[in-house]
């Protein structure tokens, strides 16, 4: 390993050590690729523009134009992939776009199901507050045995094991059972997107990534529309237990294709450079943590105020339009489908724009035009007012959100890019796994001052929009200070 340091940990020394060692730190980077022996092989341009380089200049130069060299290619030439790519690409996204089904299945049915078991929606939320908190754990078990193993096995096996909770959750009888099957399926779900995030980013070209990356997360709001869509045609005459039987059907598909799919040259490398380390693998991520101990921490708030950027303005809104304001189930889901639409637009664009911005900026813009339609989002009583709020604030929060996966696979310490991603998005999620229970029980708590049929209105509005607006400048504190390493080569950095 090499022992040089990584330049955010230079922050936590002294000034003059950190005004000698910083002169190594190139502009766009997060960790310099020379702490990963990587420096001869990232490639020139705006990851290496040449400038003096300072503790501070990273945060100056978010404020600089765009490097002129660097120019926005054709879209349709970027989308254009080999076939094992293309293959590779499709089950990871579907993958995570099989995850997500699941997952607002309860977010979706959540008035339902507090009608079936007697109970408040906010004491139905708990279920996804406890998916949310176990996602860490699936996260550290499948992306250490993916990173040592490959991601092909891992992956159909989390298929398989989720679409069996997922159907027995249809069975469920109580509160209680429902919240132990969901709690089981939070260890799955947290183990998938490392997986489907190394395999993509791993596969695709490098100057393809950006707008790929936003196409992979929006698996997610793609996810969602699928969901809506499905609680729309099955729930209103099935029940909602219907709709948890069928929606294993994706996933099964998704299994089959897994089957067939080959391991990234990039896996192969950085396990073949483990192997040939004397060293036992728990040395050597002890000696990554000792490195990139900053990162990693970094890494975990970022998404935490990510996740609460992503679960607070999506998880309650169904329950906000219908408990709030009264509208049918049928208009939820059109309000759900809508603010979809605007996340897939949102991810897709800014994913794109992301490889001439640069990460940090592209999402640094996104949380100051999302802090500026939270207003829309909330205030309106007319139903195509509050659809017009939903579908811009998705726009900016699934916006940042598609950068997200390539920035976290740029900045992974070689031979970690399933634990290192996965691992910090899911603690990300931990820290924030009480998002929609804080909105649900807080609206309650504080209901508006009108009642509707002699009983009170949760006021889900407000506390949404104060939530969503903190976070929106805690997401842009924290990649102002942030670095960024667009553009590493995957395949050259591995070192035995």
């Known amino acids: 390993m090499n022992s040089r340091a990584d330049p955010l940990e230079l922050h936590a020394q002294q000034p003059g050590h950190v005004e000698?060692?910083?002169m190594h730190v190139e502009s766009?980077?997060?960790?310099?690729?020379?702490?990963?022996g990587e420096d001869e092989d990232l490639p020139a341009g705006p990851a290496q523009r040449p400038r003096q380089a300072g503790r501070f200049s990273h945060i100056w130069e978010l404020f600089e134009r765009p490097d002129p060299s660097s120019r926005l290619q054709n879209p349709l030439v970027l989308l254009r992939l080999s076939p094992r790519q293309a293959y590779t690409f499709s089950v990871a996204f579907l993958g995570w776009m099989v995850d997500a089904i699941d997952f607002f299945c309860v977010s979706m049915s959540t008035t339902e199901l507090g009608d079936a078991f007697g109970v408040e929606p906010s004491r139905v939320t708990s279920a996804i507050t406890v998916t949310l908190m176990l996602r860490p754990v699936g996260a550290?078990?499948?992306g250490v045995i993916a990173d040592r193993h490959g991601r092909r096995i891992p992956?159909?096996?989390?298929?398989f094991?989720?679409?069996?909770i997922e159907l027995a959750s249809g069975f469920s009888r109580n509160l209680s059972t429902f919240i132990g099957l969901r709690a089981v399926y939070g260890i799955l779900m947290g183990g998938e997107w490392g997986l489907g995030s190394s395999l993509a980013m791993e596969a695709l070209p490098i100057e393809s990534r950006g707008i790929f990356s936003g196409i992979l997360q929006e698996g997610y709001a793609v996810g969602n529309l699928v969901a809506a869509m499905m609680y729309y045609a099955i729930v209103p005459n099935l029940g909602w237990r219907a709709l948890y039987w069928i929606s294993i059907i994706p996933?099964?598909?998704?299994?089959?294709?897994?089957?067939?799919?080959?391991?990234t040259d990039a896996w192969r490398q950085a396990r073949q450079a483990q192997r040939a380390s004397s060293k036992p693998y728990y040395l050597i991520v002890l000696d990554m943590l000792k490195q990139h101990w900053l990162r990693c921490i970094y890494a975990i708030v970022l998404m935490a105020a990510m996740n609460f950027l992503s679960h607070g303005s999506q998880d309650l809104y169904p329950t906000f339009l219908k408990k709030q304001h009264g509208f049918s189930p049928k208009q939820a889901t059109v309000g759900t489908v809508v603010g979809n639409l605007g996340a897939i637009t949102g991810g897709m664009f800014f994913g794109y724009i992301s490889e001439y911005l640069g990460r940090r900026r592209t999402i640094a813009i996104?949380?100051?035009?999302?802090?500026?339609f939270i207003p829309l989002w909330v205030l309106p009583r007319k139903f195509g007012q509050l659809l017009a709020g939903a579908f811009f604030i998705q726009v900016f929060v699934q916006g940042a959100w598609g950068v997200i996966p390539v920035y976290l696979s740029e900045i992974s310490p070689e031979g970690f890019r399933a634990t290192f991603p996965g691992l910090s998005y899911q603690l990300g999620n931990l820290v924030s796994a009480s998002a929609s229970q804080i909105e649900a029980t807080m609206g309650e708590e504080n209901p508006l001052p009108e009642q509707r049929d002699g009983a009170q209105v949760p006021n889900y509005g407000r506390v949404q929009g104060i939530l969503i607006g903190a976070i929106f400048c805690c997401v842009l504190v924290l990649i102002v200070i942030g670095r960024e390493e667009r553009g590493k080569n995957f395949t050259q950095g591995v070192k035995s």
């Open 28 to 36: 766009h980077v997060l960790i310099s690729a020379q702490a990963n």
């Open 366 to 372: 996104c949380a100051i035009c999302g802090a500026c």
């Open 155 to 159: 992956l159909m096996v989390n298929l």
């Open 161 to 164: 094991l989720f679409t069996v």
């Open 20 to 22: 000698k060692a910083s």
């Open 140 to 142: 550290l078990v499948f």
């Open 251 to 263: 996933a099964a598909v998704t299994i089959v294709l897994a089957y067939f799919l080959d391991e």
